[in-house]
């Protein structure tokens, strides 16, 4: 029997942040993804980032899509406000709750078919325009729930699970957010929480289009042979699997290593991923040079992780089209209707 909703007791010596909140005030239900799926390791990054962070979960407002990822906010912040969109239209209706109320901390949670297919357009025009929110892309590159073909950010020359390669160029989401304006960009690993933690911190204190593109794996459909999005990036072996299909339970990959170095992560069935963490001296205020960096470690068959630009002064939607700081859905029939003398000036000046 299989019990999603978590006990409401919890020992009384839990520790609690500066508002008294526990770890527990922070989570949700009880997840129903592959266990040692890469998607639970970044649901737990964000409960500690909210926990440190000692942020009310109702000021929280989590947008998501469809697919695996898209499910994860259901397991993290239960007491926030929340709304699961239909396929790649998460980031119209995070701009238009934004618009509504910019008091509250939005938090966009999508995948890589999510985002870089059908909904590539809306993830453009959002990250353009400078909406206020934290961007989340859990990136495995397949869809995970329709049985692994791949996303728009497999890479060319990856193979699915069935053999089948790859021919078509991938998209990098990091490379489109630096191109369209994004003032904060960062890319992380699953598995490299104290890494993604700070990364997740900074991204919820920006004022403006904040994009964290996070390696997730898929141990379904993405760890085989000849996956490029593997937890790691070369094959060493094969994992036989048996005509059922069946997934074991596997514990959740942890990786650990220093600024300025590469780390090559093997998964449960021997693949590789090469991740190169920037160095400690790297500049985050220059965009066009993040452009060329990640583009270079690209062409070495290496991954970039950690904050690659940073906007100190950025500003968002509210600040481009001039907005009241009073949320939109608690302005009046005053406010919203001034009068005749109102109208009448404005159709004065367009004459």
């Known amino acids: 029997m299989t019990y999603l909703a978590k ?20 989570e949700g239900s009880v997840s129903t993804l592959c266990a040692g799926c890469g998607h639970d390791s970044i649901t ?7 926990f440190e962070l000692s942020i009310e979960p109702h000021r929280v407002a989590k947008i998501s899509g469809i697919g695996c990822s898209s499910k994860t906010p259901t397991y993290f912040l239960g007491n ?7 396929h790649g239209r998460m980031p119209s209706v995070l701009t238009g709750a934004n618009l509504a109320n910019r008091d509250l901390i939005y938090l966009g949670v999508s995948g890589d078919g999510d985002s870089a297919s059908i909904g590539f357009g809306q993830f453009a025009h959002a990250i353009r325009r400078g909406v206020n929110m934290t961007y989340i892309v859990e990136n495995n590159g397949v869809y995970g729930l329709t049985k692994g073909q791949f996303s728009a950010t497999a890479d060319r020359g990856s193979k699915s699970k069935r053999g089948v390669t790859n021919t078509d160029n991938s998209i990098d989401l990091v490379a489109i957010a630096l191109q369209l304006g994004a ?16 990364i997740l911190k900074g991204a919820i204190e920006h004022k403006g289009a ?38 074991s339970g596997r514990a959740p990959i942890e990786i650990n290593y220093d600024p300025g170095t590469v780390q090559i992560v093997e998964q449960h069935d ?14 985050v205020n220059d965009r066009t040079a993040a452009m060329g960096f ?15 630009y940073v906007e100190s002064e950025a500003s968002d939607l509210h600040t481009h089209l001039s907005t009241v700081e009073r949320p939109l859905n608690q302005l009046g029939e005053q406010d919203l209707c001034p009068g005749s003398t109102a109208l009448a000036k404005i159709n004065a000046a367009l004459r």
């Open 210 to 247: 904040a994009f964290i593109d996070v390696i997730s794996p898929c141990i379904a459909f993405n760890n085989h042979a000849g996956s490029t999005k593997s937890f790691d990036y070369v094959r060493e072996h094969n994992e036989a699997v048996n005509r059922l299909d069946f997934i």
């Open 294 to 308: 990640l583009q270079r470690h690209a062409a070495g068959g290496q991954i970039v992780t950690g904050l690659l």
């Open 7 to 26: 006990p409401k007791f919890h020992h009384p010596d839990l520790p609690k942040n500066a508002l008294g909140f526990t770890h527990r005030d922070y």
């Open 44 to 50: 737990g990054a964000l409960i500690q980032t909210f």
């Open 270 to 283: 021997g693949s590789k991923l090469a991740l190169r963490k920037i160095d400690a001296d790297y500049d």
């Open 183 to 198: 003032t904060y960009v960062a890319r992380s690993f699953s598995g490299d929480k104290q890494q993604l933690v700070p």
């Open 80 to 86: 926030s406000h929340g709304f699961n969109s239909v």
